[in-house]
């Protein structure tokens, strides 16, 4: 198995595997984006709401808001020691107090832990007009996107890297098969059609189709993806990726465990 990094840019990350199946990619694209911890406020205190939203609208926004968190402080309710109760390993609490006329934002929540806070400045969470006022505690824990989409980890895409080759094509034509693909893959260079990025291709074959005579012969790899992950919560994207090779490995130990048991 073989990766390559092929673009980083802030919270999206794609990357190259070559050697895998289609079968292992699915595994890993599902548990980054249901199976990674991530933290979100779970239940919602209101002591005042004079706005005119009701609660538990405005509690669904407010838990819909991506927290980051230390990974090495916390742990998922089920697997913290005091069961699940609630305690400072598995729970955070947080706080809210703000009088109109004003907007409110994700930046007016205050948290008990600095590590704890909104990944993403200045989401409007409801406007406050003259002589209204929103006071509410919450409480903010770990756990999975396959309980809850507020707990998504990732939004992740895979495609196959794609071969092109291009054979014998008459000069009259190369703009025509320039213009025919949607993403800029050839150019023309010298009279001659040449590919600029084959990863961008995505398998359309829109090239392939105006092709009288094979010209252009556009196949997917079978054993090498392209990953294209996008954070959607308060972890790092690299860390939604390693969270996840992690547990799919866990998951093949178990695995292997329980086959032992069988035998």
């Not at 073989?2 to 699915?26: H, M, T």
């Not at 926004?61 to 998922?76: C, V």
């Not at 071969?163 to 993403?183: G, H, T, Y």
């Not at 260079?189 to 189709?209: G, H, M, Q, S, Y």
């Amino acid at each position: 198995m073989n990766i390559k990094l092929l673009e980083k840019d802030g919270q999206r990350i794609k990357f190259l595997v070559e050697g895998i199946k289609p079968s292992f990619a699915g595994s890993l694209r599902r548990i980054m984006i249901s199976e990674v911890p991530t933290m979100t406020i779970e239940w919602v205190d209101f002591i005042k709401n004079d706005s005119a939203m009701a609660d538990e609208v405005l509690a669904n926004r407010i838990g819909q808001i991506p927290l980051t968190y230390d990974m090495k402080a916390y742990n998922l309710p089920k697997d913290c020691k005091c069961g699940g109760k609630g305690c400072s390993r598995c729970q955070v609490k947080l706080a809210l107090k703000k009088k109109g006329p004003a907007m409110v934002y994700s930046d007016d929540l205050k948290s008990s832990d600095k590590s704890v806070a909104p990944s993403i400045e200045k989401v409007l969470l409801i406007e406050l007009f003259e002589g209204e006022e929103l006071q509410f505690n919450a409480i903010a824990q770990l756990g999975l996107g396959r309980d809850h989409a507020k707990w998504q980890g990732a939004i992740v895409g895979y495609k196959n890297l794609p071969s092109i080759k291009i054979n014998a094509i008459n000069k009259k034509d190369l703009e025509e098969f320039v213009k025919s693909c949607p993403r800029d893959v050839f150019k023309i260079i010298n009279e001659a059609l040449v590919i600029t990025d084959p990863i961008r291709c995505n398998l359309c074959k829109k090239c392939v189709e105006i092709s009288k005579t094979n010209e252009i012969e556009v196949t997917p790899i079978e054993d090498s993806l392209i990953f294209d992950v996008e954070s959607v919560s308060g972890l790092d994207v690299e860390d939604v990726v390693l969270l996840a090779a992690k547990t799919l490995g866990d998951k093949m130990k178990e695995f292997r465990k329980a086959l032992k048991r069988i035998k």
